[in-house]
């Protein structure tokens, strides 16, 4: 993140001239209004900020954000965003993606691009379908998604994002809905702060192909949400109810008597990567979903890594000289009659 001094900026600063064309209804466009009002409150740099984005309905985001911005290829964006940001650690790089362009063809990009612990902020738009070619099941569909590529039913199990990217090493993972603005702002201020790979799961609705497939969680936050607290129980039902760790930690959901909460797991931001994974596999129908910073950690960005490696071999060795480099070796000359002349 640059240190850049604050600015002052309203949303319509970030606003492009380009039409918005979403689906009526989609949860994108409550999305790019809370980023575009969350960034201007931060008071950004519009020219240190980059929007990278592969293929799918959210990839459009770029177009529609007054900052720098790519529209890659799909499932490649974290790979752009990744180079872009060891040339230019100065930008702020965000990335936009969706569960069938991450967490499908572009599932590897994502998963080292965490582990390396890139400096990208990267929003995962999920809607459990792929929208942009009409509806196919992704890999977070539910069993049993009737869409034109599985008629019958999906029978594949889905993929937990948060699960996948815990295990490959994101440094701050949140989750949120699309509509809860107030939350989604404060995690991108989080965010924006953070130093290494982040992941924000939003949990958005697609109209078209598969209307209301949040509507429990959204509908019902007191009933089917966890609002995360660093240092606080995990309650939801106006903490009526909340979670415990039976025989072999695993979580039980009990009913809070006379305010007691002593024998409930107390959430920890920066707690053990178990607790995370435990957190991640809390999903509907079962439990109340987890909304908030459920991860965050310290350590050193590889872009970091990289230019100090950069910086002490030239402080060891001296600058390079790619002309010598060219010519040292193993290297030959082909002559005018096709002949080969060494050069080693």
């Known amino acids: 993140m640059s240190?850049?001094?604050?600015i002052k900026l309203s949303k319509?600063?970030?606003e492009t001239d380009q039409d918005v064309r979403w689906c009526p209804g989609c949860g994108d466009y409550a999305i790019?209004?809370?980023?575009?009002?969350?960034?201007?409150s931060l008071g950004i740099k519009r020219e240190n900020t980059v929007f990278v984005s592969g293929i799918g309905c959210s990839s459009r985001f770029p177009y529609y954000m007054n900052t720098y911005g790519f529209h890659t290829i799909h499932g490649r964006a974290p790979t752009l965003a990744s180079g872009l940001h060891i040339t230019r650690p100065d930008l702020d790089v965000w990335v936009i993606t969706g569960d069938g362009d991450g967490l499908s063809i572009g599932g590897n990009h994502m998963i080292h691009a965490l582990r390396r612990n890139m400096d990208l902020k990267i929003i995962l738009f999920n809607n459990q379908i792929y929208g942009l070619t009409k509806g196919q099941y992704s890999p977070t569909s539910a069993v049993g998604t009737r869409a034109p590529s599985t008629p019958t039913?999906?029978?594949?199990?889905?993929?937990?994002p948060i699960s996948l990217v815990l295990g490959a090493g994101a440094t701050f993972v949140a989750r949120c809905a699309d509509t809860d603005a107030k939350l989604l702002a404060s995690i991108l201020e989080r965010a924006y702060h953070h130093k290494g790979a982040v992941l924000?799961?939003?949990?958005q609705n697609c109209p078209v192909f598969n209307d209301g497939v949040w509507e429990g969680v959204?509908?019902?936050?007191?009933g089917r949400q966890i609002v995360l607290q660093d240092g606080k129980p995990l309650v939801f039902a106006d903490g009526t109810k909340g979670?415990?760790?039976g025989a072999g930690l695993v979580p039980e959901i009990v009913d809070v008597v006379d305010g007691d909460t002593s024998q409930l797991v107390v959430h920890s931001e920066q707690g053990s990567p178990l607790y995370a994974h435990l957190l991640a596999g809390l999903v509907q129908p079962s439990f109340p979903m987890p909304m908030g910073v459920l991860y965050r950690t310290d350590k050193p960005t590889y872009e970091a890594l990289a230019n100090q490696q950069v910086t002490d071999a030239i402080a060891k060795?001296?600058?390079g000289d790619l002309g010598k480099l060219m010519s040292s070796g193993m290297v030959w000359e082909v002559c005018a009659d096709g002949s080969r002349k060494d050069r080693s």
């Open 153 to 160: 039913g999906s029978i594949d199990h889905p993929l937990n």
């Open 317 to 319: 060795q001296g600058k």
């Open 200 to 203: 924000i799961e939003i949990l």
């Open 12 to 14: 319509k600063d970030l």
């Open 218 to 222: 959204k509908d019902d936050p007191k």
């Open 3 to 6: 240190e850049a001094v604050k």
């Open 32 to 40: 790019l209004a809370t980023v575009q009002r969350s960034l201007a």
């Open 243 to 245: 979670i415990k760790l």
